[in-house]
């Protein structure tokens, strides 16, 4: 069983600041990592992929990928009340000839105006 | 983006009814669709994957003649939920991967066995 770990939150920072999730992996061989923002009562929707170690930026996101730790995290700067929600980090991994994901149970984040 | 739609977007039923939910890629086609379940403050557990022309394979633990999946063409799949019980009340959301791999969810079906 592939396994991702989140922790739930709720994460609470100030509007402005800066938001620091992170998420561990199990699988060594993982080779790709994605972020989906999901609002309550709706569906995931993807912010951020990354494959390489090292950051990656998105205007206000910044997604870090540490291999050798096997730990992949999302920053949020100058947060902003529309960010709170729960994100997800996504893992793919491949069974019985599909790709599929396995989701981390999300941390809740709480942007305070 | 590419839009992927489900109907209906909400659902309540008795319990021992069936359900079908629709999963539809609008502007892409699909031959692949992913079917998954999320309970309050939980994360989306993959449930089914859907071929198009060829049986679903079920995750672990996911009973197969109770979630019946049909993948009739490359923009629809239909997941019905038979003898629906108030414990299979849950959000469900299917996704679609286009050719180049990416996934993109419907907009979720909130079901509501009573």
């Known amino acids: 069983q592939k396994e991702v770990e989140q922790n739930s939150g709720p994460l609470s920072v100030p509007e402005g600041a800066i938001a620091s999730l992170n998420c561990t992996y199990s699988?060594?061989?993982?080779?790709?990592f994605f972020w989906y923002r999901q609002y309550s009562g709706k569906s995931p929707e993807l912010i951020m992929f990354?494959?390489?170690?090292g950051d990656k930026e998105d205007g206000r996101f910044t997604a870090q990928l540490n291999k050798a730790s096997q730990y992949v995290s999302l920053l949020i700067r100058d947060s902003q009340p529309s960010d709170s929600a729960t994100y997800l980090c996504?893992?793919?991994?491949?069974?019985?000839?599909?790709?599929?994901?396995?989701f981390g149970t999300g941390t809740k984040l709480q942007v305070i105006p | 983006g590419a839009v992927v739609s489900q109907h209906p977007s909400r659902v309540i039923c008795k319990s021992g009814t069936s359900v079908k939910i629709e999963c539809r890629s609008l502007?892409?086609?699909?031959?692949?669709m992913f079917w998954y379940r999320q309970f309050p403050k939980q994360s989306l557990m993959l449930m089914a994957t859907?071929?198009?022309?060829?049986?679903?394979?079920?995750e672990q633990g996911v009973e197969k003649d109770k979630f019946l999946i049909n993948h009739a063409s490359l923009t629809l799949s239909t997941l019905t939920v038979t003898s629906a019980h108030p414990e299979d009340s849950s959000f469900y959301i299917c996704?679609?991967?286009?050719?180049?791999?990416?996934?993109?969810f419907g907009p979720g079906t909130r079901l509501t066995v009573l």
């Open positions: 502007d892409f086609q699909a031959t692949t």
């Open positions: 699988d060594r061989g993982s080779q790709s």
């Open positions: 859907s071929n198009e022309g060829s049986k679903a394979t079920y």
């Open positions: 996704s679609a991967r286009d050719v180049g791999g990416e996934q993109f």
């Open positions: 990354i494959y390489s170690n």
């Open positions: 996504a893992v793919p991994f491949h069974s019985g000839g599909y790709q599929k994901v396995t």
